[in-house]
């Protein structure tokens, strides 16, 4: 085994921030390099301070560390200073653990949360000297294999992937290890001899794992007609794997805690996977169905012992909507009667999203009893119309309850986050935005706060396995027109400011989000001409993904801003997160006539598969809805009250859509 | 919850920083000390304000890159403490939070109203490492600087580019010797009135000259025109050879 540190080491002080680049973190593996072990390179294909936080890969990360024949080491995409001075001298992507160039591990693993990190992808595996494509690699090469929200449509990587793990990994990583480790034993010395079509086999074996080599795709011009396994023995569809207990994985146990600013730079604890408020734009809550909450009394000793072993004085309890969990009020006190019990300072308790009511502002209070920096809210859409289509029943009066009770609590600064680019959005939702935050700004004023609203205003992108995987995405300079209405319509308000993202990088990201195998060529392209770091502005252009798109001879409107009809062959369709097809297409269409969905955990299930598809059933304390309401709002959408939503009852799997 | 505390006793700590740590930035750095005292909870006094932080001072900020076996920090713990029965062990405690290569190598309580380390470290001894020089070549350039009457040097200040003599600034300067890449200097520079950095001695000795490895060995405060350390290496230490750095101690 070798080290890069010798040549990496004189490199290191004239680049910025060096100790990216040093390891030496609190909780950090020290298993050493071992020829026997199955060696696990757990990339995060952008810098490290977005990568060390991700907490899908530290869970993989600890968990490989403990099992007999694995290891694991961790690596991030170099900054271009010093990947250039690498390129220059010939340095190899390397772990920060032992500085081990990442060619001599066995699987190079990669974490893929957002579509434009797929050109850094391309430029870790080139900068390990791996071949980027599955074709050209040689029998000795590591196994380059992805997880993450991302790999739902791997298809644009398709080429490039070796395998790809859809949904939660604890359990696979054992059994990937298993395969990997009987096909090194199998190569004779030096593994010369290996047969990667023989481990692509193995791997398309075990459940959760999609092997693109083993499946063609089929087109008609440029529809896409079926892709289908290419060898006997290999699933139709891949299904993605669940952990049924989140009890059984208390990871991470030895939170790694950095040594330079990350971005997310606190402890963090996951108190349940899964989602069911049904926003119907959320990829993340309809593939991470059912909801699996984390003991009460396991989250409580994760946190005392996290803080104590890390020193940090901040915890974030994660989830997608940390203020539905059983008894939160509970574990929130909790929390802070075992810090108050150290004496070493408060300890400030975050909550990554909060709930659009007066509960939400509740919990902050109790939460943040030292700071009053700003909250955030996300009511995603400027009218309740909009809003029953995306599915985030939230009431005018609901925002204007928390943000009052925010002003009361002494905050001074709201942000409100919005998508915009929404199905059937109309100038009048755009412009709800804007008359929401003018309205949270006069509620301020009325209390004589000298208040400030911060609107952040998102393109929206269809993305795979949710009701809008249907819905034409908004052209980039329609999204760019509807942030100028915005923009206008703000510009005379003191008190609202406007932030937006991008629409360019928008489109990009949609280029990807649907895109087919095809795709993978513009990727390569892009990555070619210099386009890493796509998620960070000095580095994005959009002409070098329409200049690969157009030299691909491929159509962005097709592939982005078309809606797709009922029976189109979708690229992910031999994939599968347990959603039943036509249950999207029934949601779709409800969101279309303006029909909301109840959350299924406190109400009747409406077998959207997730959980009838795999034998599971969500596991949460307590089966009521804090603070009334299946939406949490408040709203009793079970007797239909006040708010004007149709209650969905149990349809089965086979009923047709019907508009 | 109490966010601000009584300011009890003030602590001084002395630490040295080698091997890979030392691309630590002096800003993270801090961060991590911080870290490093609630896990041994330790309580510390913390400031008043909006966002109550632990009152941590340290000595002149160590270049990123740079390794040294005299840096300092000063604490003040909560009054809730008493200090006695914890001072012995606290040097072993803390290196055992801290990063591999960051080791505590004593501590002292200090007296009431000590000068801050801010206001009273007035100079620095370096060894600094010269790449692609001959040790010929260096020891002229060597020479030429300690004989220069005058060093104009153009460099940025506060985000300016003044020009002023540095000469006052260099107290001593000698040439150690060979190393494997390079020539070592040793250089013992003052921070205050004028202060130079290692870097801008490098750039004096030769536009163009690498430097490899700096190393700080002393920071010195002068009272009453005796120059002495802030904290000597204790022996009350705890023995720990595998982290203890080499240190020679001041003439």
């Given at each position: 085994m070798t080290t890069v540190w010798p040549d990496l080491e004189p490199l290191?002080?004239?680049?910025?921030?060096?100790?990216?680049?040093?390891g030496c973190e609190?909780?950090?593996?020290?298993?050493p390099p071992d020829p026997s072990l199955v060696s696990w390179?757990?990339?995060?294909?952008?810098?490290y301070e977005i990568g060390l936080p991700n907490q899908g890969l530290q869970i993989l990360y600890e968990i490989a560390n403990e099992l007999d024949d694995a290891r694991a080491d961790r690596a991030y995409a170099p900054w271009t200073d010093l990947e250039a001075e690498m390129r220059a001298k010939g340095l190899p992507l390397f772990?920060?653990?032992?500085?081990?160039?990442?060619?001599?591990?066995?699987i190079l693993a990669f974490n893929l949360?957002?579509?434009?990190?797929y050109t850094n992808l391309l430029n870790c595996v080139d900068l390990a000297r791996v071949p980027v494509r599955v074709a050209d690699r040689r029998p000795t090469d590591p196994l380059v294999i992805a997880g993450g929200?991302?790999?739902?449509?791997?298809e644009p990587l398709a080429d490039f992937l070796d395998a790809v793990v859809l949904g939660d990994g604890e359990e696979v990583i054992a059994e990937i290890t298993r395969v990997v480790r009987e096909w090194k034993a199998s190569g004779g010395e030096h593994g010369?001899?290996?047969?990667r079509t023989e481990v692509h086999l193995a791997l398309a074996a075990l459940e959760g794992v999609y092997v693109p080599a083993l499946y063609d795709a089929e087109y008609d011009g440029p529809r896409l007609i079926a892709t289908r396994?290419?060898?006997?023995?290999?699933?139709e569809v891949v299904e993605k794997r669940t952990v049924?207990?989140?009890?059984?994985w208390p990871y991470p146990k030895n939170q790694l805690v950095p040594l330079t600013e990350v971005v997310h730079d606190r402890l963090s604890v996951?108190?349940?996977?899964?989602?069911?408020?049904?926003?119907?734009?959320?990829q993340a809550g309809m593939i991470t169905r059912p909801v699996r909450e984390r003991p009460a009394d396991q989250v409580r000793s994760m946190v005392a012992k996290g803080l104590a072993r890390s020193g940090y004085d901040e915890v974030s309890l994660t989830s997608?909507?940390?203020?539905?969990?059983?008894g939160i009020d509970g574990v929130v006190k909790g929390i802070t009667d075992d810090a108050a019990q150290t004496g070493c300072g408060p300890v400030t308790v975050a909550l990554p999203s909060l709930r659009v009511d007066a509960f939400g502002v509740k919990l902050a209070t109790q939460l943040n009893q030292a700071r009053r920096a700003g909250l955030t809210f996300a009511?995603?859409?400027?009218?309740w119309r909009m809003r029953q289509i995306i599915n985030k029943l939230i009431r005018e009066e609901d925002l204007y309850e928390a943000v009052d009770a925010a002003y009361e609590a002494g905050w001074q600064r709201v942000k409100l986050y919005f998508l915009t680019?929404?199905?059937?959005?109309t100038d009048l939702d755009t412009l709800g935005i804007a008359e929401l935050a003018k309205n949270c700004v006069d509620l301020g004023k009325s209390k004589g706060k000298r208040s400030s609203v911060t609107v952040s205003v998102g393109g929206f992108v269809p993305k795979p396995f949710?009701?809008?995987?249907w819905f034409g995405q908004n052209t980039s300079d329609e999204l760019q027109r509807k942030i100028n209405l915005l923009r206008d319509d703000t510009?005379?308000?003191?008190g609202v400011q406007l932030k937006w993202h991008d629409p360019k990088a928008t489109l990009a990201e949609g280029i990807n989000s649907r895109?087919?195998?095809?795709?993978g060529r513009v990727i390569e392209r892009v990555w070619r001409a210099?386009?890493?770091?796509?998620?960070w502005t000095e580095h994005f252009d959009l002409d070098r993904w329409t200049d690969a798109m157009a030299a691909e001879g491929l159509d962005i409107d097709w592939y982005v801003h078309r809606h797709r009809a009922e029976d189109e062959v979708l690229?992910?369709?031999?994939?599968?997160?347990?959603?039943?097809k036509d249950f999207l297409w029934q949601d779709w269409m409800d969101a279309l006539d303006e029909v909301g969905l109840p959350d299924c955990r406190w109400t009747?299930?409406?077998?959207?598969?997730?959980c009838t598809g795999y034998g599971i059933e969500h596991r949460v304390a307590s089966a009521t809805p804090p603070a009334g309401g299946s939406q949490g709002t408040?709203?009793?959408?079970g007797t239909g009250g006040a708010v004007p939503v149709q209650l969905l009852g149990?349809?089965?799997?086979?009923t047709e859509a019907s508009a | 919850m109490n966010a601000v505390s009584q300011q009890g006793t003030r602590l001084r700590f002395r630490y040295a920083e080698v091997g890979?740590?030392?691309?630590?930035s002096h800003r993270d750095l801090a961060r991590l000390m911080e870290r490093a005292f609630r896990q041994i909870g330790l309580p510390l006094a913390y400031s008043e304000g909006y966002r109550p932080r632990p009152r941590l001072s340290f000595g002149l900020a160590l270049p990123t890159a740079a390794s040294s076996d005299a840096e300092y920090v000063d604490v003040s713990v909560a009054t809730?403490?008493?200090v006695d029965p914890l001072i012995d062990d606290l040097p072993h405690r803390l290196s055992a939070a801290l990063p591999d290569g960051i080791s505590v190598t004593a501590v002292a309580v200090l007296e009431p109203g000590a000068v801050s380390l801010q206001q009273v470290i007035a100079s620095c001894t370096w060894r600094i490492e010269l790449l692609d020089v001959a040790v010929d070549d260096a020891a002229d350039r060597v020479q030429r600087i300690v004989a220069a009457p005058t060093l104009p040097l153009e460099r940025e200040r506060k985000g300016k580019l003044t020009t002023s003599d540095?000469?006052?600034?260099?107290l001593d300067l000698e040439l150690v010797g060979p190393t494997r890449n390079g020539v070592e200097l040793e250089a013992h520079l003052a921070t205050k009135p004028t202060s130079l950095r290692p870097a801008e001695l490098v750039r004096l000795v030769g536009e163009g000259i690498g430097i490899g490895q700096v190393h700080r060995t002393h920071q010195w405060m002068i009272i009453d025109d005796i120059r002495s350390e802030p904290?000597?290496?204790?022996?009350?230490?705890?023995?720990?050879?595998?982290?203890r750095p080499t240190y020679e101690l001041a003439s």
């Open positions: 290191l002080p004239s680049v910025q921030k060096p100790a990216r680049y040093i609190d909780g950090a593996a020290a298993k390179l757990m990339t995060y294909p952008d810098t772990s920060v653990e032992h500085h081990t160039p990442a060619d001599e591990f066995d949360s957002a579509e434009l990190t929200h991302c790999t739902y449509n791997p010369r001899d290996r047969d396994p290419n060898r006997p023995g290999v699933p049924a207990d989140l009890g059984d996951e108190v349940f996977r899964g989602c069911t408020r049904g926003c119907r734009f959320c997608l909507s940390t203020a539905d969990f059983s009511p995603e859409a400027g009218t680019g929404l199905p059937s959005e949710t009701p809008f995987q510009r005379k308000s003191k895109g087919d195998r095809r795709i210099g386009g890493t770091f796509q998620e690229p992910w369709d031999h994939l599968s997160a347990g959603l039943h009747p299930c409406y077998d959207c598969g997730a408040a709203q009793d959408l149990t349809r089965p799997s086979t | 890979k740590v030392r691309f630590i809730t403490v008493d540095v000469r006052p600034a260099i904290l000597a290496e204790a022996s009350t230490c705890p023995p720990d050879a595998s982290t």
